[in-house]
């Protein structure tokens, strides 16, 4: 069974950056699409970013283009989301998400639906 651990969450002020790290368990991610999603109180859960399982493919929200990378490092079976710039509207419950597949280069989507496995969430907190 694969179990996800997510890390890295707190409190940062406007303009700053945080990294958040995926922490898998029981499994080995090397195939594994890994996706980030974010829920804020009182709103549905969007999907902002996801990584092939070769780690060759990425995809990212609209609202954080630019200011998020995602990387992996499967030897270390760690899920990397490098975030900078971060505003108020960034505030959240931050999940990362696994999907098995045997397609490892195929692009990945940010649909929840696709994504079978979730750990716990880490808060980010925006706020000066």
């Known amino acids: 069974q694969l179990q996800l651990v997510e890390s890295g969450g707190g409190l940062v002020q406007p303009g700053g950056s945080l990294r958040l790290s995926c922490v898998a368990y029981g499994r080995t991610l090397d195939s594994y699409t890994i996706g980030w999603f974010r829920q804020a109180p009182g709103k549905e859960r969007e999907g902002v970013s996801c990584?092939?399982?070769?780690?060759?493919?990425?995809n990212f929200a609209d609202s954080v283009k630019v200011r998020f990378t995602i990387s992996r490092d499967n030897a270390k079976n760690t899920v990397y989301l490098q975030m900078s710039s971060l505003n108020p509207e960034d505030t959240a419950v931050y999940y990362c998400?696994?999907?098995?597949?045997?397609?490892?280069?195929?692009?990945?989507?940010?649909?929840?639906?696709?994504?079978?496995?979730w750990g716990q969430g880490t808060q980010v907190t925006v706020s000066s």
């Open positions: 998400a696994a999907n098995f597949t045997v397609t490892p280069h195929r692009v990945c989507a940010l649909r929840s639906k696709d994504y079978d496995y």
């Open positions: 990584i092939s399982a070769s780690g060759l493919s990425t």
